[in-house]
């Protein structure tokens, strides 16, 4: 009785202890269920399992080291000390928020100063006539970064194994919240609030598990552009800089944009809808579509519609910078073509050029500026996973 005793506790406590991060890293298998509530459970219960797992040990091991012999004796301290390993390598190694670490500071450059390479890509952010830019360099190692634009709290945040950047606005209930790194559930990262340890998915800011289950974090808008095309738009533009407390983290990321990195969760296939193929994601009211980054590079301009949304996408001459906006105009869907030079193109209606700023440079439409449009470039995964009644090319 005393050996089962021992021998269910100790498994309890193991089992637990790597249970609780299993569900919630990139372990093989754990991201492809639906065990999100479980992993909760566990975060939220696992002292209380910890403590029923020391009381079935604790009487036979009190016998052991009283009573029994020699071998026992050690074989106990093995498994106690397995235990050990187990909670510091699940605790102090493997949980999220010890693998990725808050910047230490954070500074901001203008252009003139910037120490950013410009072929580099930016999530850029303007709000109150405010604009930054955050490289996806350095948040793809973080995370997140809190800041403020515009007199607005932000939450940046960037998924490298989705490669899933958004912005959110870090306010709950009217409270401004801080948020911790505790995971990923379907690859995707997950956040948890300070204030009701409610777990958020960052790829739809929607709360998963905890208190707040099904709430939404409000979504600000954000663009994905290279430094250098931001720079164009918005030339006043702060740039967040490294820190350089992180240089080594940051260089392991230094292929991510291009997709050629060595790491089989953030690297690009380059066929077209595989698993980790690029695609362009957009959602209007209740629909969703993605498209095939390879046809975007191939054509540089797409035109289609959702319902209720004619919609333009273009690539820029950089062929890492892409615009999506609604293509009417006075309520009118204009058709575009790409025009004549690099970054311009044409509508067939008047005749009228356009620039990749979405502005009509010339032409009866000169001056008019077309709506843009919320979309991301992320793996066709994570599109699929969390828009699973999206459309695209395959299914028209």
Known sequence: MRALLLITGLLLLI???????????PFPGSQQGDTINIAYWLHKNIN????????????PMIHIFR??????????????LLYAAVVYLFNFRFLADKMFLPPNRQDYAAADNNRIPAEKLVIGVVINNEAKAYPIQLIGYHHQVRDTVGHTPVMVTYCTVCRTGRVFSPVINGREEQFRLVGMDHFNAMFEDAGTKSWWRQATGEAIAGPLKGKHLRELPSHQLSLRAWLRLYPNSLVLQADTTFNEQYAQLHLFDKGTINSGL?????????????????????HAKAYDWNELTSKQLIQDSIPDLPLLIVLDGDTASFRVWDRRVNGAPLQFVKGHGMDVFTDLNTQSTWDVSGRCIAGPLRSQILKPVQAYQEFWHSWRTFHPNTLHQELQ
């Open 15 to 25: 089992a637990v202890e790597i249970l609780r991060v299993y569900f919630i890293m």
């Open 266 to 286: 953030e690297k690009r296939d380059p066929a077209s809808w595989r698993f980790k193929s690029w695609v362009i994601g957009i959602r209007h009211r209740q």
């Open 48 to 59: 209380w399992l910890r403590l029923l797992g020391g009381l079935l040990i604790l009487y």
């Open 67 to 80: 009573h029994s012999r020699v071998w026992k004796k050690i074989v106990l301290v093995a498994g106690l």
